[in-house]
């Protein structure tokens, strides 16, 4: 017997949240309105943030070009070679956001020039502060509108303070019960079991009960105040949740956590089958992007790209990590030589930096969990830490020139 996903149950409260938000279409044209440059600009000018915005925009002009190393090397691309898109973590804020960018600026006059990663990963806890004071948006307009990312991923977190009315709106809502604990100042947070961050095991990972409710919500409100339109996925759960909530909504998509460690082909065929219950009438999915957990070997990367391409799902892509910091694994991890294997293969790879490999300070999951003001003090150096992995994404990028392999940068380092 096959058992449903999700129940009748999980389904009419998921159906009613949407209905709570607007609807299918009045998410997903909030969300592209929201992503315009002119309406960010507008809306970060009366929050504050139009001076920095304006001086992002002088910045980028003097950025490094992709197509004067590819000139000045004599780089040919090779048929039959997959492509690398760089993507780094840790852009944690509009000030971080901003310093990293005075320091791409500054590489295109050093020895080795820094390219901007295509792809941006943020651990910042979307709290309300963060989302509605238009520090998310700033981070967001300098990304995806001023460096021309492809995609900014924001993550949130099950356990973030949020104000105890709204739970108690969910409730209503949703027909749900959420169990929280009363955090005083009128706000309240989920009861987290297994901690192992302030906001729960593993940075989020632990939903339990209905709390992919919680989930989905936060990223609903961050998705139509700011735009933003990709969110980390951290649970099984909420993956679930996610493929069917955002079936309808082209403008909500997911990367699925390394943390669910799909590293072998058993686990990675269970993360299709939930792909494939709610896939669209296009073979697409809310899914855009799989990270591939740290242990997986080359050999296994290849094969579940294989299982992907055989599934018939459109549109996802493969990520797994180069480099990653001693906190989230093991120390001195390296995986450079095994992605130039994937590479060589023909095997399209989204190639990943969670650290530089050389363990600076700040280059830690402990300070993708600082506090608001902390991170805000130490935003240059936090900055730092961005620039110096982007720039051993760089480093790694031209490698794959010289050996005839496209990587991808960003639009504004071309």
């Not at 993550?155 to 303070?161: A, E, F, K, M, S």
């Not at 694994?329 to 390296?334: L, P």
């Amino acid at each position: 017997m096959k058992y449903q996903l999700l129940s009748a149950a999980d389904i009419k409260a998921l159906d009613a949240l949407k209905t709570f938000h607007g609807g299918a279409d009045q998410i997903n044209g909030t969300i592209a309105t929201r992503g315009k440059l002119e309406t960010r600009k507008k809306v970060l000018a009366e929050k504050g943030y139009g001076e920095m915005i304006a001086d992002a925009e002088e910045l980028v002009k003097s950025f490094p070009k992709v197509g004067d190393f590819e000139k000045a090397n004599d780089i040919s691309y090779k048929d039959g070679k997959g492509v690398g898109t760089a993507q780094v973590s840790g852009f944690q804020g509009a000030k971080v956001t901003h310093h990293a960018m005075k320091r791409f600026a500054q590489s295109a006059n050093e020895e080795y020039p820094c390219f901007v990663p295509s792809e941006f990963i943020s651990v910042v806890a979307l709290t309300d502060n963060y989302i509605y004071s238009g520090d998310l948006m700033a981070t967001l307009t300098m990304a995806n509108n001023i460096m021309q990312a492809s995609k900014f991923c924001s993550t949130n977190l099950i356990g973030i303070p949020q104000p105890t009315a709204r739970f108690t709106e969910l409730e209503k809502v949703t027909g749900k019960t959420f169990e929280v604990a009363d955090l005083g100042d009128n706000q309240s947070g989920i009861i987290l079991k297994n901690m192992g961050t302030p906001f729960g095991n593993l940075g989020g990972v632990e939903v339990a009960n209905d709390n992919h409710l919680i989930y989905l919500d936060g990223v609903t409100r961050a998705a139509t105040e700011t735009g933003g339109d990709f969110y980390l996925n951290p649970s099984w759960s909420s993956i679930i949740a996610a493929c069917y909530y955002a079936r309808d909504i082209r403008n909500l998509t997911f990367k699925v956590s390394m943390l669910l460690a799909t590293q072998n082909l058993m686990q990675f065929r269970m993360l299709l089958n939930i792909i494939s219950e709610y896939i669209r009438d296009d073979n697409t999915t809310p899914i855009y992007e799989i990270n591939i957990g740290n242990a997986v070997s080359p050999e296994n990367f290849i094969l579940c790209a294989r299982e992907l391409d055989a599934s018939g799902i459109k549109g996802v892509s493969l990520a797994a990590h180069l480099r990653i910091n001693p906190d989230l694994g093991m120390e001195n991890f390296n995986w450079t030589d095994n992605c130039f294997k994937v590479l060589e293969s023909g095997t399209n790879i989204t190639y990943k930096y969670e650290s530089d490999g050389t363990a600076r300070d700040l280059d830690t999951m402990a300070a993708y969990f600082l506090p608001e003001d902390e991170r805000d003090a130490m935003a240059d150096k936090i900055g730092d830490v961005i620039y110096y992995k982007s720039l051993r994404a760089s480093k790694d990028g031209m490698e794959m020139m010289r050996r005839g392999i496209k990587p991808l940068f960003a639009d504004c380092s071309y």
